[in-house]
């Protein structure tokens, strides 16, 4: 059987088949599952996602371990290791947002600065991103 619902990312329409058996189950709460799907670009986009930062935060506590043992040389080889990283997630965001690849030194230099901050800098960059394409596209519309 077909049901309807919106993407609770993007708010998209999704229309799924869905096994009717299983979905009349009563002990599956098909409302509030009905209201945590996501579209195929949103899950393809959070799951590639999860698994750029995954590696930047991978990054940078490797980067704290290095300079806790007083191996100073490690900072270029992750510092480059981080500049595709960061470009790799700016990347997926603004393709993911529609907007041109916008991408900064400043945010490897924040890495590498404040590598214990590694979630919250990559939150704030995908934030930014997030607002600007608000804003581009608010001035289309
Ligand atoms: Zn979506």
Redesign the pocket.
């Known amino acids: 059987m077909k049901v309807e619902t919106k993407?609770v990312?993007?708010g998209?329409d999704i229309e799924m088949e869905v096994d009717e058996v299983g979905f009349s189950n009563p002990a599956i709460n098909t409302k509030v599952w009905l209201t945590n799907i996501?579209?195929n670009?949103?899950s393809v986009y959070k799951s590639k996602r999860s698994k750029c930062v995954s590696r930047i935060v991978y990054a940078c506590e490797f980067l704290e371990l290095c300079r806790r043992k007083g191996e100073s040389k490690s900072d270029d080889i992750v510092a480059a290791k981080l500049q595709a990283l960061t470009r790799e997630f700016c990347q997926l965001t603004c393709d993911f947002q529609y907007l041109e690849l916008v991408w900064d030194v400043e945010f490897v230099k924040m890495l590498t600065e404040k590598p214990s901050k590694a979630m919250q800098i990559v939150n704030m960059y995908a934030r930014g991103i997030k607002n600007m394409s608000r804003k581009i596209h608010e001035v289309q519309a």
């Open positions: 993407c990312c993007c998209r996501n579209c670009r949103c």
